[in-house]
């Protein structure tokens, strides 16, 4: 009797175990926050890489995503840890089309008076510091006020905001921000300084 019962509880435990890894899966949208985080920290999505991912980046929304388009995530990722970003020159690269590509831009950082803030409603985006260091602002929606009309062919419109957090972006870390969540890129840290900067675009 012992016996059978210990194999009725194996059983369950089992089916426990396969039941979970099916949400994780198949399901983030269902996942708990020890899930999320499990997931996140354990960075299978990531794989052997020195790049460090914020942790301002919405995890659960990140895995919504991912899910849905691994493998635009996928070749984006590749991108950053395969290519040599230090010889990259400024313009824009396709990896799949309009899909995921890869915007490579120089600037001066400047005071955050000047930057606005922007959102985006097709496209995800990866920034990544390659020389250099800048402040990147982020803020709530809710509290923010319309600047200028959606612009639908470049997929962007910009807000201004009183309150923002800012994230410092120096090389070897990357930041996500996903649609509708508001950010301004190249603020300056304490001085005015040249940053090259790579922000790739993966579509919805």
């Known amino acids: 009797m012992k016996y059978n019962n210990f194999l009725f509880f194996g059983f369950l435990l089992l089916l426990t ?16 926050e020890t899930q999320l985080f499990e997931w996140f920290n354990q960075k299978d999505w990531l794989g052997q890489t020195n790049l460090r991912p914020d942790l301002s980046i919405n995890k659960k929304e990140f895995a919504i995503q991912y899910y849905k388009n691994k493998e635009r995530w996928d070749k984006a990722f590749a991108f950053l840890k395969y290519e040599d970003l230090s010889a990259l020159e400024v313009g824009v690269r396709e990896l799949d089309g309009k899909n995921v590509f890869v915007k490579v ?3 001066y950082t400047k005071d955050p008076s000047e930057v606005p803030f922007e959102l985006h409603k097709n496209y995800a985006d990866i920034h990544y510091v390659i020389s250099g260091d800048e402040n990147i602002g982020s803020a709530d929606i809710s509290a923010a006020s319309e ?3 959606y612009d639908s062919v470049k997929d ?12 410092f972006a120096q ?34």
């Open 17 to 32: 175990i396969d039941s979970c890894m099916m949400n994780r899966k198949d399901s983030p949208e269902k996942w708990t």
């Open 147 to 149: 600047r200028t009309r």
């Open 105 to 107: 831009t120089e600037y």
């Open 156 to 167: 962007i419109q910009f807000y201004n905001a009183d309150k923002s957090q800012n994230h």
């Open 171 to 204: 090389p070897g870390k990357f930041f996500i921000f996903f649609s509708n969540e508001l950010h301004r890129q190249g603020l300056k840290v304490k001085d005015s300084v040249l940053v090259k900067k790579i922000v790739v675009k993966i579509k919805n």
